[in-house]
């Protein structure tokens, strides 16, 4: 396998920013949304994004993680028995606006599960969908980011790795190439 560095911590770091300020621009104070983080792997964007926000003046910020596992279309397909996530939803989502947090856009069916997940908490007002990474060329539903890091464009058997550490300076994202 070959690994290609697409973003490294500088970029990784302007991006967050970036996606920071569009969500201050929509959601003001967040009085009334609730940052709802896709386990496993949304969630430590999740975390990270909610240090900045705070860095930033947010400090009713509501946050909230999702497990979606018993709810994904193929969780029957394993082999293996599933290790299922624990959801932290201790908010009532009634009437909120939510936004899905995740770290890669492949095809959809993440999301999906997600947006079916959620019902078991309420009635949301509006949900929104932010990722890191966008694997535009990849989709199997027809779902699209509203807030995005970065688009990339990798052919199939291709692997996006997002490397997070709670040191931020060591924070990494690379493709991994299938070799033909």
């Known amino acids: 396998m070959e690994l290609k560095v697409l973003l490294d911590e500088k970029k990784i770091n302007v991006i967050l920013n970036r996606l920071c300020c569009q969500l201050i621009e929509r959601h003001g104070d967040f009085s009334n949304t609730v940052l709802v983080g896709l386990q496993p792997r949304g969630t430590f964007l999740l975390d990270q994004l909610a240090d900045l ?46 936004v899905f947090v995740d770290d890669v856009l492949f095809t959809g069916r993440s999301i999906r599960s997600a947006l079916t997940a959620i019902d078991s908490y309420g009635r949301p007002k509006s949900i929104e969908l932010l990722v890191l990474i966008d694997r535009r060329f990849s989709r199997h539903l027809p779902i699209q980011p509203d807030y995005l890091g970065a688009q990339i464009d990798a052919l199939q058997g291709d692997k996006v790795k997002v490397i997070w550490s709670k040191d931020v300076s060591k924070n990494i994202i690379y493709l991994e190439k299938k070799n033909e």
């Open 53 to 98: 926000l705070e860095n930033y003046g947010i400090k009713s910020l509501k946050t909230a993680k999702l497990d979606t596992t018993f709810f994904r279309d193929d969780f029957r397909r394993s082999e293996l028995p599933l290790n299922a996530n624990s959801t932290e939803m201790d908010i009532k989502i009634e009437d909120k606006d939510i």
